[in-house]
């Protein structure tokens, strides 16, 4: 048995969410991926839209220079709300 | 429905500095993601764990497809329809979570074919009665329910994934069987006399899921420390005696082991021994359908090779047709 590639299936759970990654599948194409994920990811009003990605063009970053990248974003806490000092009888801030 | 009996692949000792981190990740209670370093006994024996789960999802079809055609109402051939749906489904989740780890779907297709790999012992069992829908939701799938809850908790994020929509899924499993099994206790004589012998064939075998007792398992202490078992067979087989027991009584059908009794020093229901000859028996092929089970997943594959056939055909007509 040959595989079929690989596909990433998206799915939108209500309007005006965003698509969030549910899983894969294998399908020969991107319209029976489609149709396939609907049978396997949504079987239970899961979904009201459905994006089908090959695996194979998804290009993602490297777990092992996780600390380099995402380091610059940890040395800046001035970036969160929480880090200001707010008087209590100052309101709407 | 679910999986049993797999040993860890490696050794514990002369630890590498790597496989140290990587044990750190895991008691830290971080997640393992798929492209993340991982030793290769956690990578095999995830392998063989996943992938023995979703043949067992995909065997576990057929038992209750046996019935689909019988069911006695419209609403219990739908609701029957649904759960084999369903278990179909939990084994792409399944298959999709193996692969993560650099296994392909065909070489686990082709090691299930070819007889190479397990599934549960449970799924070679004969379907004779209607209680037997009855009796695998609420018993067979309530064991996999206790096993499954705590790996939705493992340290391997794809399989702890795919974990949660099954356990999702798999509670209106058990909650259709307990229905079936109600309505049949409180039915005609011979009605409750069907649910008993079902429950007398299924009891034993259904023990016999969560695996060879701990003190034959030597590989639960290195699953259990990479978090890929959260609990050991004896425990879980134990939670389950516990929670079903009281279930039987309300049914008011009798758990064939004179031995069963509550222990309220223990707070744990006592239970007689398994024989596990059986169990034995049928993981090496030589239960009731074994052959059955193998023979029908080969002549599915083999009816359904031109429909893949014909896909990858249109696939690549289509593909030619856009590039014109």
Same mark, same amino acid.
């Given at each position: 048995?040959?595989?079929?590639?690989?596909?990433?299936?998206?799915?939108?759970?209500?309007?005006?969410?965003?698509?969030?990654?549910?899983?894969?599948?294998?399908?020969?194409?991107?319209?029976?991926?489609?149709?396939?994920?609907?049978?396997?990811?949504?079987?239970?009003?899961?979904?009201?839209?459905?994006?089908?990605?090959?695996?194979?063009?998804?290009?993602?970053?490297?777990?092992?220079?996780?600390?380099?990248?995402?380091?610059?974003?940890?040395?800046?806490?001035?970036?969160?709300?929480?880090?200001?000092?707010?008087?209590?009888?100052?309101?709407?801030? | 429905?679910?999986?049993?009996?797999?040993?860890?692949?490696?050794?514990?000792?002369?630890?590498?500095?790597?496989?140290?981190?990587?044990?750190?990740?895991?008691?830290?209670?971080?997640?393992?993601?798929?492209?993340?370093?991982? $030793?290769?006994?956690?990578?095999?024996?995830?392998?063989?764990?996943?992938?023995?789960?979703a043949h067992s999802e995909i065997v576990g079809q057929?038992?209750? &497809?046996?019935?689909?055609?019988?069911?006695?109402?419209?609403?219990?051939?739908?609701?029957?329809?649904?759960?084999?749906?369903?278990e179909a489904?939990?084994g792409?989740?399944?298959?999709?979570?193996?692969?993560?780890?650099?296994?392909?779907?065909?070489?686990?297709?082709?090691?299930l074919?070819?007889?190479?790999?397990?599934?549960?012992?449970?799924?070679?069992? $004969?379907?004779?009665?209607?209680?037997?829908?009855?009796?695998?939701?609420?018993?067979?799938?309530?064991?996999?329910?206790?096993?499954?809850?705590?790996?939705?908790?493992?340290?391997?994020?794809?399989?702890?994934? &795919?974990?949660?929509?099954?356990?999702?899924?798999? *509670?209106?499993?058990?909650?259709?069987?307990?229905?079936?099994?109600?309505?049949?206790?409180?039915?005609?004589?011979?009605?409750?006399?069907?649910?008993?012998?079902?429950?007398?064939?299924?009891?034993?075998?259904?023990?016999?899921?969560?695996? $060879?007792?701990?003190?034959?398992?030597?590989?639960?202490?290195? *699953?259990?420390?990479?978090?890929? =078992?959260?609990?050991?067979?004896?425990?879980?087989?134990?939670?389950?005696?516990?929670?079903?027991?009281?279930?039987?009584?309300?049914?008011?059908?009798?758990?064939?082991? $004179?031995?069963?009794?509550?222990?309220?020093?223990?707070?744990?229901?006592?239970?007689?021994?398994?024989?596990?000859?059986?169990?034995?028996?049928?993981? =090496?092929?030589?239960?009731?359908?074994?052959?059955?089970?193998?023979?029908?997943r080969?002549?599915?594959?083999?009816?359904? &090779?031109?429909?893949?056939?014909? &896909?990858?055909?249109?696939?690549? =007509?289509?593909?030619?047709?856009?590039?014109?």
């Open positions: 048995m040959n595989d079929w590639p690989l596909w990433e299936v998206f799915i939108r759970s209500q309007n005006g969410l965003a698509h969030k990654h549910a899983g894969s599948l294998h399908a020969p194409d991107a319209e029976m991926a489609v149709k396939n994920a609907r049978d396997v990811y949504t079987r239970r009003n899961e979904g009201v839209s459905i994006w089908v990605v090959r695996s194979a063009d998804i290009y993602a970053s490297d777990p092992g220079e996780k600390e380099e990248l995402f380091e610059p974003a940890k040395s800046k806490v001035y970036r969160h709300p929480t880090f200001y000092k707010v008087p209590e009888e100052v309101k709407h801030l | 429905m679910y999986t049993q009996m797999v040993e860890a692949v490696g050794e514990q000792n002369g630890e590498t500095a790597q496989e140290r981190h990587f044990q750190a990740r895991i008691d830290a209670g971080q997640t393992i993601e798929a492209k993340d370093w991982m $030793p290769e006994g956690y990578r095999k024996t995830l392998i063989r764990q996943i992938s023995q789960h057929l038992p209750e &497809a046996n019935w689909i055609t019988r069911a006695p109402t419209l609403r219990r051939k739908a609701i029957l329809l649904a759960k084999v749906q369903d489904g939990h792409l989740y399944l298959y999709g979570a193996a692969e993560t780890l650099g296994v392909s779907r065909s070489q686990l297709v082709d090691d074919l070819a007889g190479k790999a397990k599934y549960s012992s449970i799924f070679n069992y $004969p379907t004779l009665t209607w209680a037997d829908m009855g009796t695998i939701g609420w018993l067979v799938d309530g064991a996999a329910i206790m096993n499954q809850i705590p790996l939705c908790r493992c340290s391997y994020g794809p399989y702890a994934r &795919a974990m949660i929509r099954i356990c999702k899924e798999e *509670s209106f499993h058990q909650r259709q069987g307990f229905e079936i099994m109600t309505i049949l206790s409180q039915g005609t004589s011979e009605q409750r006399a069907m649910a008993q012998d079902a429950l007398d064939r299924w009891w034993w075998p259904s023990l016999m899921m969560f695996g $060879p007792p701990d003190a034959e398992s030597p590989h639960t202490a290195q *699953s259990k420390r990479w978090k890929i =078992k959260l609990l050991t067979n004896d425990e879980l087989r134990q939670r389950f005696v516990d929670q079903t027991a009281p279930q039987a009584d309300y049914l008011r059908l009798k758990i064939p082991d $004179p031995a069963l009794r509550w222990n309220a020093s223990a707070g744990h229901y006592d239970f007689g021994p398994i024989d596990w000859a059986e169990f034995y028996n049928v993981i =090496k092929g030589n239960g009731p359908c074994n052959r059955d089970r193998m023979r029908a080969r002549t599915a594959n083999d009816d359904g &090779a031109w429909v893949r056939a014909a &896909a990858t055909e249109y696939a690549q =007509k289509r593909k030619a047709e856009r590039a014109a």
